[in-house]
């Protein structure tokens, strides 16, 4: 698996954010934390988070981060981050944000770290990193809630499908990212493309998809992943600005759907899933997704805020077309993206966004491909969408 499956943010390692570090984290403010924290921080979920390890020392993760909860057989290493990035995923779901470190949307959220065989491993340590099926069916016999995988690749890896269905079946909700390489060929990577995980592209502070998030019939939802701070590397001496990808909205989904699970702890995941497909925010048929943002962008505040919102059943899966059989088109024929060509970036507005700013964002460049899926991937992140929600799409015909 050494170097088919990668995480899913793209960094930078000089220029380090000041002190000020979440001011920075400007989806906070447009998604109206505040607000939704007077209801839920979380409390009571557990996410999982599949990645590069997690260091359960830096100032925004001490208490947060449950080692013991890990299986001795999957523990290798588990606390010891070879690149930094499964740590700043933690800190965006559940930091804590002392000591002037990240908070994450989840504050008072746990993590159970797994730390697996990801691009950027040492060689020497590769075998004896756990096998990602096994984490997931390990994660699936726990109370873990949810399962937060920023990692993707080309390869359908044998047992990983079989994997998901069952922690699935288990009532676990799993994220993934969609990919970062929309400007290369759109493909949307694998496990985002597998029935069962909630596909996750990424979306500027306009609310518009961002121009490297892969697109295609897999895009369930859409969440920040632009101009976030994220640590520069493993060393964790410094945030780093500008920093964008696919990982990051998988973590921001992944701690949206724990502040509604903590809110309310008797829903299923189809009824946590449900409820953020209802209230995502969009200006397209619900029954008619977007192949750049999905159902649209998360907005557990809609949720959360109101006393009076009933979710669907409990037991009918809210993407249960896709699921069932995968995603198909007209004929019948699974596809896995779209082949449209890639449109141009559309002036559009901010629809019903709520608290955001109507102004695209552009990210910092950068030759760094420390956490790079791939080398040359370009940097330039204007939108790709119809205002903030894309405007193409195409029927899934599930």
Not at 87 to 115: C, F, H, N, Q, W
Not at 190 to 199: F, I, K, S, T
Not at 216 to 233: E, F, H, I, T
Not at 305 to 313: A, E, K, L, M, T
Request: a negative charge; glycine letters at 10%.
């Amino acid at each position: 698996m050494l170097g088919t499956v990668a995480i899913l943010s793209a960094g930078l390692a000089p220029g380090a954010v000041a002190a000020d570090v979440r001011s920075k984290q400007w989806y906070l403010s447009a998604m109206g934390a505040e607000e939704m924290w007077k209801v839920s921080t979380g409390k009571g979920v557990k996410v999982a988070v599949v990645d590069t390890g997690v260091n359960p020392d830096t100032p925004s993760l001490k208490g947060q981060v449950l080692t013991n909860d890990v299986p001795k057989t999957l523990s290798y290493k588990a606390t010891v981050d070879y690149a930094g990035h499964g740590t700043s995923m933690a800190e965006l779901i559940a930091g804590t944000g002392e000591g002037d470190s990240l908070r994450g949307l989840a504050p008072d959220a746990k993590i159970v770290p797994y730390r697996v065989a990801l691009k950027g491993i040492d060689k020497a340590e590769y075998k004896k990193a756990p096998d990602i099926s096994k984490v997931i069916r390990a994660i699936a016999d726990s109370d873990v809630k949810i399962i937060n995988m920023s990692f993707g690749g080309r390869i359908d890896e044998p047992g990983l499908d079989e994997a998901v269905k069952y922690a699935h079946d288990k009532g676990k909700l799993l994220f993934a990212g969609t990919g970062n390489e929309a400007q290369k060929d759109g493909e949307i990577e694998y496990p985002a493309r597998y029935p069962y995980v909630v596909g996750v592209a990424a979306s500027d502070e306009s609310g518009k998809v961002g121009k490297f998030s892969a697109y295609g019939n897999y895009v369930d939802l859409a969440a920040p992943g632009l101009n976030v701070p994220v640590w520069c590397d493993e060393t964790f001496r410094s945030y780093c600005p500008g920093i964008y990808g696919t990982s990051i909205a998988t973590a921001i989904a992944s701690a949206s759907a724990a502040l509604i699970w903590s809110a309310h702890p008797d829903w299923t995941a189809n009824q946590v899933l449900g409820s953020l497909i209802d209230t995502a925010g969009r200006d397209w048929a619900k029954d008619d997704p977007s192949i750049y943002l999905g159902y649209g962008l998360t907005r557990p505040r809609r949720v959360l805020v109101n006393s009076n919102y009933h979710p669907g059943p409990p037991n009918t899966d809210p993407l249960a077309k896709e699921n069932a059989r995968g995603v198909v088109n007209a004929d019948g024929e699974p596809v896995s993206a779209s082949k449209e060509p890639e449109p141009e970036p559309s002036q559009g507005t901010s629809a019903d966004r709520d608290h955001t700013s109507a102004t695209a964002s552009e990210a910092e460049t950068s030759d760094n491909t420390t956490l790079w899926v791939t080398a040359g991937v370009a940097a330039a992140l204007l939108g790709i969408g119809g205002g903030a929600f894309a405007m193409y799409r195409s029927r899934r015909g599930a």
